[in-house]
T-cell receptor, first 113, second 112 residues
Framework: QKEVEQDPGPLSVPEGAIVSLNCTYS??????FMWYRQYSRKGPELLMY????GNKEDGRFTAQVDKSSKYISLFIRDSQPSDSATYLC?????????????FGQGTILTVHP | KAGVTQTPRYLIKTRGQQVTLSCSPI?????VSWYQQTPGQGLQFLFE???????NKGNFPGRFSGRQFSNSRSEMNVSTLELGDSALYLC???????????FGQGTRLTVV
């Protein structure tokens, strides 16, 4: 079992839809989580960072973490064609593992006009 | 504030050669991590340097090595290149204490 599992999609939605992207993870040591967006042939761009259970909102994006079920989600409201990209969830750990991120496979999202 | 700078952006090398990639982190960041991204394997962790010391290492062969300088800039070296080393190599910059990590645009390496 991979440490971080993410459905690769692809996911195709109409403009204005609410998008839900999900990951599950294993290992219950101290963790923090990030969501990245990656456009084709570019480096990943940080969207959200969180380390506690619950919701964190930033504009149209909401990150949700449920540590009891080891489930993390990213919601995109009012999706736009410019949101079309690959979305990557990542898990970091503490202690001597700081600086090492474990990524999901990435979900390819297409928002069509 | 300048972002993470990786050079060169593109490289074409022949099997058996070696290559050195460079990464300049965000000013004040002491941690530089390197990742390999391929369509089949996704983003895989290579190693991390913090204050000039390798702190973490992924499951890659010894042909992959790195170092970090006193100004936090980091280099990654791959010796005896193989066709399977063709990938996007990304570096990430962070404070190194569990906070946010920012990526560069990557170096796309093609081995022929």
């Amino acid at each position: 079992q991979k440490e971080v599992e993410q459905d690769p999609g692809p996911l195709s939605v109409p403009e204005g839809a609410i998008v839900s992207l999900n990951c599950t993870y294993s290992n219950s040591a101290f963790q923090y989580f990030m969501w990245y967006r990656q456009y084709s042939r570019k480096g990943p761009e940080l969207l959200m960072y969180t380390y506690s259970s619950g919701n964190k909102e930033d504009g149209r994006f909401t990150a949700q973490v449920d540590k009891s079920s080891k489930y993390i989600s990213l919601f995109i409201r009012d999706s736009q064609p410019s949101d079309s990209a690959t979305y990557l969830c990542a898990k970091g750990a503490g202690g001597t593992s700081y600086g090492k991120l474990t990524f999901g496979q990435g979900t390819i999202l297409t928002v069509h006009p | 504030k300048a972002g993470v700078t990786q050079t060169p952006r593109y490289l074409i090398k022949t099997r058996g050669q070696q290559v050195t990639l460079s990464c300049s982190p965000i000013s004040g960041h002491r941690s530089v991590s390197w990742y390999q991204q391929t369509p089949g394997q996704g983003l895989q962790f290579l190693f991390e340097y913090f204050s000039e010391t390798q702190r973490n290492k992924g499951n890659f062969p010894g042909r992959f090595s790195g170092r970090q300088f006193s100004n936090s800039r980091s280099e990654m070296n791959v010796s005896t290149l193989e066709l399977g080393d063709s990938a996007l190599y990304l570096c990430a910059s962070s404070a190194g204490t569990g906070g946010t990590a920012f990526f560069g645009q990557g170096t796309r390496l093609t081995v022929v």
